[in-house]
């Protein structure tokens, strides 16, 4: 057995690696520089944390947030890996300990924010020990057109610079090729080795819907995750806030977390979400980087992301144990023109809204495909997928499609007959022959098309018009009225020389089930004679993790759970094959998992 796959049973638990996973931790041991893309709950971490246990001298770690750095030291100590953090959050004491343990050559891993990392005084420090490697954590940071840009990341280069022998790995969970490019050039990666996972999370199911009712929707969703770990994503601060009251009002053990929020309370309420089991966050994209929570079921979106690799990278928070897990998404018209709008009314160069656009067209097209959706997905970061995956509605419960060139000529001509001046509420009042005090004002009831789209009704019309925005045909104004305009590919369509085809949209499904199964967990397949077992493996690992201070998923992941549950192992040599039960765990642990299966 080699010194890799030994370390990996030994210190982690588990009997073979990933995909890629051996063959970068070989790449590095033998010095060399790499840049590895794989997906969220990949494996990543052990990528560099295997080398830098195995080659001499202390691993440094370079991550941009203080929770992802707690999180991975309190793991490795579980495992019995002398590792720890350097960032704002210890006191003086706390950090001259930390140096003094580098110094001494104690440490195997080191944990730094890259502002830490750039000061003159950790540079010199650095220049005084023998450094292993250093690993560059959410690599993607470093590019000027991703949501999650750090200036400081480009000023890594110095690491090549004067470390110029130490191997340097770089690794992110989301990156299109322009990204992939700007970590190479901006790390001095360009000769590195770069490793491509695949992006699929096979776990994952993909679902997306039209929003009606969000409440109403959000609840029937939650229905079926009760007692489950989620996140909540919301648009605006104050959504957040009154999605997280109404939830608590109504029995959901839900927080909300956003910028707006102080820090004490921030911090409180990830901790919670963290060392709980069945929270469920409430939050705007200021949540989720950084949070290794492995046991998270769902992720839900109550509106549009920005980008594909936002919603990629979103989603990818759910599942990370490869449990079974669910991207769930509600959005409609008035989503495409608030994000439209929010693009257009930014400060940015003129060169950066076009990406910009760009990415918000790939997303729209994603929701509103008849395709497996998994085949859009990958494809945004240029990965062939071919479905049908069986894992996404679309594969699941094929959508139907129509012929709506001649509704779609209608809307595009009111549009343009009521002067490009309104918004589709306005447009379809004329379409629909509304009659209403505010239009004959306008005089738009003596306009041609006033009355020749009362053969749909409201929800119809909106439909068309959230897919013509979607297919290019109408934009949103600049100015943030909410006004449509007709766009240049329009004019194909009002001439009669391309049709259009829409998706039918469905309408609302009822919970999968009434009532949850006690203590959730429906997506694991647990067996109702496998409840209450299951409950106390978990109810010990929480009894646990309280007792010192840490994560549940620190003691144990639900799936190493879930393989305890379906092994019953009867002694220590039964329970050391289970995956993710390295020798500290099973020293410290053991006995006590063992006295909960019951005697033969």
Known sequence: MSPARETLRRVFGYPAFRGEQEAIVEHLLAGGDALVLMPTGGGKSLCYQIPALLRPGTGIVVSPLIALMQDQVEALAAAGVAAACLNSALGADAQREVERRLLAG?????????????????????????????????????????????????????LHERFAQVPRIALTATADARTR????????????RCFL??????????????????????????????????????????????????LAAAGIEALPYHAGLD???????????????????????????????????????????????????????????GLPAEAWMIYGLADVVTMSQMIAQSASADARKRVERQKLEAL?????????????????FGEYYRGPCGRCDNCLDPPGTWDATVPARKALSAVY???????????????????????????????????????????????????????????ADAEGFGTLRLTAASRAVLKGEQTVRMRSDARAVPSRRHRAVAGGHAQLGLAA????????????????????????????????????????????????????????????????????????
């Open 106 to 158: 104690e440490l195997d891993l080191l944990y730094v924010a890259p502002e830490r990392l750039l000061t003159a005084r950790f540079l010199q420090l650095l220049a005084s020990i023998e450094v292993a490697l250093f690993a560059i954590d959410e690599a993607h940071c470093v590019s000027q057109w991703g949501h999650d840009f750090r200036p400081e990341y480009r000023a890594l280069t110095v």
């Open 364 to 380: 729209l097209a994603y929701a509103e495909t008849t395709r497996c959706r998994r085949e859009l997905l990958l494809g945004a």
């Open 263 to 321: 820090a004490a309370t921030r911090a409180a309420n990830q901790q919670r979400f963290l060392r709980e089991d069945g929270v469920v966050m409430v939050a705007t994209v200021a949540f989720g980087m950084g949070i290794d929570k492995p046991d998270v079921r769902f992720v839900a979106h109550l509106d549009l992301p920005r980008s594909m690799e936002g919603y990629y990278q979103e989603t990818g928070r759910a599942g990370r144990d």
């Open 181 to 192: 490019e700007e970590i190479a050039e901006y790390l001095a990666l360009e000769r590195a």
């Open 197 to 246: 996972a695949s992006f699929d999370r096979p776990n994952l199911r993909y679902r997306v819907a039209l929003k009606h009712d969000p409440r109403a929707q959000l609840m029937r969703f939650l229905d079926d995750h009760r007692g489950e770990a989620g996140i909540v994503y919301a648009m605006s601060r104050r959504k957040v806030d009154e999605t997280a009251a109404w």
């Open 417 to 475: 007959r009521s002067g490009q001046r309104f918004g589709a509420g306005h447009v379809i009042d004329i379409l629909r022959g509304a009659d209403d005090a505010r239009l004959r004002t306008l005089g738009h009831d003596r306009l041609s098309v006033y009355g020749i789209g009362a053969d749909l009704d409201e929800r119809g019309w909106r439909s068309v018009f959230r897919q013509l925005l979607a297919a290019g045909l109408l934009e």
């Open 529 to 600: 004679h496998e409840q209450p077992l299951w409950e106390a493996l978990r109810a010990l690992r929480l009894q646990l993790a309280r007792e010192q201070g840490v994560p549940p998923y620190v003691i144990f992941h639900d799936a190493t759970l879930l393989a305890m549950l379906h092994a019953r192992p009867r002694d220590m040599a039964e329970l050391a094959r289970i995956p993710g039960v390295g020798s500290a765990k099973l020293e410290r642990y053991g006995r006590a998992f063992l006295a909960v299966f019951p005697a033969d």
